[in-house]
């Protein structure tokens, strides 16, 4: 038995009824606390001290014996032992020796790049797009796929991510040890099927994840597009070392993703974040306000180009909506309008958030959220309604936001596996030295 694809892991966290460590687990943006209900086992007790310096190693990337024992807390000849099993799993490896310091100069040990592979999807309105990555994060291969537009079937879309996860798995001659897709809809972490899915329709109602593992023998874990976006920027972007922050996402549709106390908050039935449900359109429709294109549109790409199409008369040769933003610094007065606009409603969403999680930081991404343009629109008009408005900035992720959040996520299960494999490999081993210790023993007691 191997675990493949394990969208959990266990993690010692705050205990308050004593000091002994207590077991978590997550899966899918759920964490049930387990214990403590009895004196642990040795065994149990190394595997979590050999997680704990995992962890430390994985984060630190380059660290000595010492320093991983006044991270954790553990004493030197524990961090010892752990190194020597994790080393010898072909987890971690030395490489090379502290330098500015007196005395003996330590060993630095860092995480071992390929002892997992994750793969992470990216399912859009424009195509598929995959890449396979190390632990270190990095991408080995890409997959393209591109269609005119969205398949009919959900058969067809899960075909072309099989086809993604296959050629991947020839270039890289081994399975993925996880595999992450990122989708647009809502999926519900009861049932795993997706809802208010917008730009794909035929993934309405269809249980991606099951449908994926059917075609490809690998059971996915399965994300909304844009929570994987928030996941990205806390890996490697704006919210690396913030504790709460939120992502409003504006391109071919609209969402939000909310992080609060490093976690990603997903909800009950996965809709955390689903802004556009947010009845602004509805409420100015029955305030006797006419339609304009973003009631009936939405705040998105559409919507901008519909306005610009309107304000000129239909005569606007923009053919996406970034172009009409990039316009505004050439001096064009229907370009600014449409900006004015844009970051009006863009600021009432933000404004929403605000009420509800007071966030740190708002990270605006997406084509049309993260250009440049807008931010300096939005924070004026938070100035003026907010007495303390949240950091505000522009995802640097570029179009590969939604990929980088699912490889970064792709890297943490891989590894996780990885881990698992080790442990169950090593406790086969256990087993069967046991079974042999008692077979040559004659059973004599």
């Given at each position: 038995?191997?675990?493949?694809?394990?969208?959990?892991?266990?993690?010692?966290?705050?205990?308050?009824?004593?000091?002994?460590?207590?077991?978590?687990?997550?899966?899918?943006?759920?964490?049930?606390?387990?214990?403590?209900?009895?004196?642990?086992?040795?065994?149990?007790?190394?595997?979590?001290?050999?997680?704990?310096?995992l962890e430390v190693i994985r984060r630190l990337r380059s660290v000595s014996r010492a320093e991983v024992?006044?991270?954790?807390?553990?004493?030197?000849?524990?961090?010892?032992?752990?190194?020597?099993?994790?080393?010898?799993?072909?987890?971690?490896?030395?490489?090379?020796?502290?330098?500015?310091?007196?005395?003996?100069?330590?060993?630095?040990?860092?995480?071992?790049?390929?002892?997992?592979?994750?793969?992470?999807?990216?399912?859009?309105?424009?195509?598929?797009?995959?890449?396979?990555?190390?632990?270190?994060?990095?991408?080995?291969?890409?997959?393209?796929?591109?269609?005119?537009?969205?398949?009919?079937?959900?058969?067809?879309?899960?075909?072309?991510?099989?086809?993604?996860?296959?050629?991947?798995?020839?270039?890289?001659?081994?399975?993925?040890?996880?595999?992450?897709?990122?989708?647009?809809?809502?999926?519900?972490?009861?049932?795993?099927?997706?809802?208010?899915?917008?730009?794909?329709?035929?993934?309405?109602?269809?249980?991606?994840g099951e449908l994926v593992a059917e075609r490809t023998g690998r059971v996915p874990a399965v994300h909304?597009?844009?929570?994987?976006?928030?996941?990205?920027?806390?890996?490697?972007?704006?919210?690396?070392?913030?504790?709460?922050?939120?992502?409003?996402?504006?391109?071919?549709?609209?969402?939000?993703?909310?992080?609060?106390?490093?976690?990603?908050?997903?909800?009950?039935?996965?809709?955390?974040?689903?802004?556009?449900?947010?009845?602004?359109?509805?409420?100015?429709?029955?305030?006797?306000?006419?339609?304009?294109?973003?009631?009936?549109?939405?705040?998105?790409?559409?919507?901008?180009?519909?306005?610009?199409?309107?304000?000129?008369?239909?005569?606007?040769?923009?053919?996406?909506?970034?172009?009409?933003?990039?316009?505004?610094?050439?001096?064009?007065?229907?370009?600014?309008?449409?900006?004015?606009?844009?970051?009006?409603?863009?600021?009432?969403?933000?404004?929403?958030?605000?009420?509800?999680?007071?966030?740190?930081?708002?990270?605006?991404?997406?084509?049309?959220?993260?250009?440049?343009?807008?931010?300096?629109?939005?924070?004026?008009?938070?100035?003026?309604?907010?007495?303390?408005?949240?950091?505000?900035?522009?995802?640097?992720?570029?179009?590969?936001?939604?990929?980088?959040?699912?490889?970064?996520?792709?890297?943490?299960?891989?590894?996780?596996?990885?881990?698992?494999?080790?442990?169950?490999?090593?406790?086969?081993?256990?087993?069967?030295?046991?079974?042999?210790?008692?077979?040559?023993?004659?059973?004599?007691?």
């Amino acid at each position: 038995m191997r675990v493949s694809n394990v969208y959990s892991r266990l993690r010692r966290v705050d205990n308050p009824v004593g000091n002994l460590p207590v077991l978590a687990e997550e899966s899918q943006g759920t964490r049930l606390a387990v214990g403590p209900i009895g004196p642990a086992k040795p065994a149990l007790l190394r595997e979590l001290n050999e997680r704990t310096v995992l962890e430390v190693i994985r984060r630190l990337r380059s660290v000595s014996r010492a320093e991983v024992a006044r991270r954790t807390g553990l004493s030197k000849p524990t961090v010892s032992l752990a190194l020597r099993t994790l080393e010898a799993s072909g987890l971690v490896g030395p490489v090379g020796a502290e330098s500015g310091r007196r005395g003996r100069a330590g060993i630095l040990f860092e995480p071992i790049a390929d002892a997992a592979l994750g793969g992470a999807v990216e399912i859009a309105v424009s195509g598929v797009r995959a890449v396979v990555v190390d632990l270190d994060g990095t991408t080995l291969h890409e997959y393209v796929a591109t269609w005119d537009s969205p398949p009919a079937t959900a058969a067809a879309v899960v075909d072309t991510v099989g086809r993604a996860v296959s050629e991947l798995e020839r270039a890289t001659g081994r399975p993925f040890d996880a595999l992450v897709i990122g989708t647009p809809g809502v999926r519900d972490p009861r049932s795993g099927v997706l809802t208010r899915v917008g730009t794909i329709p035929a993934l309405e109602g269809a249980a991606l994840g099951e449908l994926v593992a059917e075609r490809t023998g690998r059971v996915p874990a399965v994300h909304n597009d844009v929570d994987l976006v928030a996941l990205g920027e806390q890996a490697e972007g704006h919210g690396r070392d913030v504790e709460d922050f939120a992502v409003l996402w504006i391109g071919s549709g609209l969402g939000a993703a909310l992080v609060l106390r490093g976690e990603l908050v997903v909800g009950h039935a996965g809709g955390a974040g689903e802004i556009f449900d947010v009845p602004f359109a509805r409420a100015m429709r029955s305030s006797g306000s006419g339609p304009n294109e973003f009631t009936e549109l939405g705040l998105t790409n559409d919507g901008a180009l519909a306005l610009a199409r309107r304000l000129t008369g239909g005569a606007a040769g923009w053919r996406r909506a970034e172009e009409v933003l990039d316009a505004v610094v050439l001096g064009d007065e229907v370009a600014a309008a449409v900006l004015d606009e844009v970051g009006t409603w863009t600021a009432w969403y933000v404004a929403t958030l605000v009420a509800l999680v007071d966030p740190a930081l708002v990270v605006l991404a997406g084509p049309l959220g993260a250009h440049d343009a807008l931010r300096p629109v939005v924070e004026e008009r938070l100035g003026e309604w907010i007495g303390a408005p949240p950091g505000l900035v522009s995802s640097k992720l570029g179009a590969r936001s939604v990929l980088s959040g699912a490889a970064a996520v792709a890297v943490r299960l891989a590894a996780d596996a990885a881990f698992a494999n080790r442990i169950l490999e090593r406790n086969g081993v256990d087993e069967r030295n046991g079974a042999d210790e008692r077979d040559t023993s004659g059973g004599r007691s």
